[in-house]
C-alpha cells in the first residue's frame, strides 16, 4: 500500500495575508498566532494553505483550482438554491462570480467564481 502524505496548498499571490483572510472566511479555516500568510483547518482534517507573495500577476486561467463543496448530496433545485445561498455569502468578502453551470441531465450545477486576486475556484 503507498504512504498517504500531507500536503499544502501554495497560492501566488500580490498580498497574501488579504488572499489568506478570504480563503479562512470562505473556508472557516484560521490563521496561526503570528501568520501572517498561512491557514489551517482548525480541525486538523484539511490541508494548510500557504500563500507566498510575488512580483507578477496572475496572467492565464489556473491550471488546478478549489471546489468549495457546499452541494454535496444534494440535486436540481435544492442544490442550486444552495450553491446560489454560498455565493450571496462569498460575493461580499471580495469574491466575483464568473458563471453558473447548470444541470444538464448528466452534471449538476457548478458555479465558477474568483478570489481577491482572481484566482478561479468552483462553489460545487
Known amino acids: 500500500m503507498a504512504t498517504v502524505r500531507k500536503f499544502q496548498v ?12 478570504f480563503w479562512c472566511e470562505v473556508l472557516g479555516y484560521v490563521m496561526p498566532d503570528g501568520a ?15 500563500f507566498q507573495r510575488v512580483p507578477e500577476g496572475k496572467v492565464v486561467k489556473n491550471r488546478v483550482h478549489l471546489d468549495v463543496r457546499v452541494g454535496t448530496g444534494l440535486v436540481g433545485d435544492e442544490r442550486l438554491a444552495a450553491l446560489r445561498a454560498e455565493q450571496a455569502r462569498l460575493e461580499p468578502l471580495g469574491a466575483t462570480h464568473l458563471w453558473t453551470q447548470l444541470a444538464d441531465g448528466e452534471e449538476e450545477s457548478c458555479i465558477t467564481m474568483q478570489d481577491v486576486e482572481g484566482n478561479e475556484f468552483c462553489v460545487d
Open 10 to 21: 501554495t497560492f501566488d499571490c500580490a498580498d497574501p495575508e488579504r488572499v489568506a483572510r
Open 36 to 50: 501572517t500568510n498561512v491557514a489551517e483547518d482548525p480541525t486538523g482534517e484539511g490541508p494548510r494553505m500557504y
